[in-house]
């Protein structure tokens, strides 16, 4: 069982006729709704690959969007929501994307900061073998929250994968972490000339786990618990929209982790999942499944350095 913990929203996508332009009116061409949040994602296409996963983290609010997400999640039998919380007193968090002609995006986010979330127990990781857990910058309440399970899951002996660790101190210690997985974009936020593959090399000897940086469509270094290192690059595709990709790349690794393939054939199916999500369409539906993942993995150039 894998226990995906955290964001879980949902994500309004406006379809403009050209690029977002200052001081010029829009009119807004459509307007689609599919599921969004970093744990959500993760969670539907490990679930789409009957991969038993649990989700809970963000609380839902007793509202026509918290009613369509739990529909569309209720679709994937292997998905146990036993845990994800609704309450009266909470809103569902809504996302909204505006795509640009070239894959990327502006992405506004409403209510995160004081997202209410499913207090981190003890019984969260009943049969869990590998815990998900994503550090958002300014986050403080939620990243409190992964921190405590993360805490929790550790000292259960469950192995956890985590995403956006920049500094080390969103949770508490390093050590025992068995994968982390940031973008560059997060690392230069926080640290604007820093060198995001050396400051992957700095965590992983603290860690002493996998350490990843996905940098877009440019190659994407992974660093091995032995210390050998990775290079994979993402094939050239048609993107519509590049939101999630991050999480669906860290839905793969933990795909390959639970399976209990080596780091590099982890990353090959990684790559080529982040490269199906930027193709899909806008409105919810299901993800490819997975001979198509496998057939793309099969091209994935995968190198030691």
């Known amino acids: 069982m894998i226990l995906c913990y955290g964001g879980i929203a949902l994500e309004t ?21 599919r599921l969004g949040g970093g744990s959500g994602h993760v969670a539907e296409w490990l679930a789409s690959w009957e991969v038993p996963t649990r989700l809970a983290g963000y609380v839902l609010g007793a509202d026509p969007d918290g009613d369509r997400l739990v529909r ?40 995160y900061a004081d997202v209410t979330v ?7 990781l ?5 815990l998900e857990v994503a550090f958002y910058h ?19 002996g469950i192995r956890v994968t985590a995403m956006d660790v920049i500094t080390g101190d969103e949770v508490g210690a ?6 982390i997985i940031n973008s560059a ?15 992957a090399r700095a965590l992983q000897a603290r860690s002493g786990g996998i350490v990843i940086v996905t940098n877009g469509a440019r190659e994407t270094l992974a660093i091995d618990a032995d210390g050998s290192t990775y290079r994979a690059q993402p094939p050239t595709v048609p993107i519509t929209d590049a939101t999630g990709a991050g999480d669906s790349f860290r839905a793969g690794m933990i795909y390959g982790l639970h399976q209990g393939w080596h780091l590099p054939e982890c990353l090959r199916w990684a790559t080529a999942v982040g490269a199906l999500q930027v193709q899909r369409s806008l409105i919810q539906a299901p993800p ?12 994935i150039d995968v190198h030691a350095q």
């Open 288 to 299: 490819p499944g997975l001979d198509q993942v496998a057939s793309l993995a099969r091209q």
């Open 118 to 124: 499913t207090a981190p127990r003890p019984e969260l």
């Open 126 to 130: 009943d049969g869990v073998s590998i």
């Open 174 to 179: 390093l050590a025992g972490l068995d994968l």
């Open 72 to 111: 569309w999640l209720s679709a994937y039998p292997s998905l146990d929501l036993r845990f994800l919380e609704r309450s009266d007193t909470a809103q569902t968090l809504v996302s909204r994307t505006v795509p640009f002609a070239d894959g990327s995006r502006y992405l506004l986010c409403i209510g």
């Open 138 to 156: 300014r986050q403080e309440r939620g990243n409190a929250a992964a921190a405590e399970m993360t805490r929790l899951a550790l000292a259960h």
């Open 185 to 199: 974009a997060s690392i230069r936020e926080q640290y604007s000339n820093a060198d995001p593959f050396e400051h």
């Open 13 to 33: 996508v406006i379809e403009l006729p050209y690029d977002p332009i200052p001081g010029v009116a829009h009119i807004i061409c459509e307007e689609r709704s």
